[in-house]
């Protein structure tokens, strides 16, 4: 059923795609002999839009890949889930079970998979980006793998979706009480309901192509993401208040298929983890340079009313998940903790 499954797929993939070309310069250094590698036909499945952050890295995957492997390997991008007709959970069980090859997608939506994903979203526990991407390409990503291994995927790396704002059409967030009473959408995961309903607010879970409308008209008052994947999703158009707390990192993570992977031979294997690492870590860096512009859009363009929290500020709320902190230190162990770098 499944590889009947697959070939519906991808004879129905022709038809979703709209190619454009592009003019790719190569050193020729990198010149490729592509008899080296494995002639494949990939797909790549995410749940962006075309302009989020994993849709990026994706598309920029695939140009890499083509390019760096002679044109032996190419690579066709689905956002939008749309070979899940835009749920999440579903776009992740086609990796899972072989339907697509690639697959990006959230580490509270992977936490589907193991919850012990979730890891890496403890509050407040990155400083900086470059810490975050380190700790991915690093032994917080080796200890991923370890965990995606028995799913039957093989991590490959990530792609910053970003440090989390929280957004709601009632009132600006600048304290722990106004979050009290809020519907805040989340992608579930148990830390995230731990964490909005240790501050008084009501989390629903919801898949994230829903949340522009449920927004809209009213269902929900607020969801938290990061800046560029707000602007992706337009959801500055119906929200009012944006509150900068920075309170999780969340990534993109980048997974194959572990059966399709292993029939790839040694040299495209490496190929496209290279390819992989070098197109997430340049779409982390265009994501941190546009951070400031996206602020400074939804003040001057959406009228938007943009709080970035001080250190006084966000220490208030940090005294409130303290406990919840210290419980899944426990829940997650030492190997997991020590993955991270969590004291």
Known sequence: MHKLLTQVVRLCSAALLCCSAA???????????????????????????????????AKRFAELLEERSGGAMKVRVFDNDQLSSNNQKKGLELAAIGIVDFDIHSTSIMANLDPRMMIST???LFPDYQAAEDAFFGSGGEYLAKVLAPKG????????????????????????????????????????????????????????????????????????????TIKSANIQEVQKYISITNYTYEAFTFTANSEHFAKLNPASQALVRECVEDACKEINKQVVIEEDQIKQEFIEKNGCQVDE????????????????????????GPEACAAWNIK
Request: with cysteine; net charge negative.
């Open 153 to 228: 995927l093989t991590y490959l790396g990530a792609v910053h979706n970003g440090f989390k704002a929280i957004t709601n059409s009632k009132h600006p967030i600048l304290e722990p009480k106004d979050l009290s009473g809020l519907k805040i959408r989340i992608p579930g995961g148990e830390l995230f309901y731990a964490f909005y309903e240790a501050f008084g607010a009501s989390p629903q879970a919801m898949s994230w192509g829903e949340v522009f409308t449920a927004l809209q008209q009213g269902t929900i008052d607020g969801h938290d993401n990061s800046l560029s």
């Open 309 to 332: 929290l001080t250190p006084e500020q966000i220490a208030k709320f940090k005294e409130v998940v303290k406990p919840l902190i210290e419980h899944y230190k426990q829940v997650y």
């Open 23 to 57: 003019v790719l310069t190569v050193p020729a250094a990198q010149a490729a002999d592509p008899s080296i590698y494995t002639q494949a036909d990939l797909i790549i499945s995410c749940n962006g839009t075309d302009v989020a952050n994993d849709t990026r890295a």
């Open 122 to 124: 403890l509050p407040w």
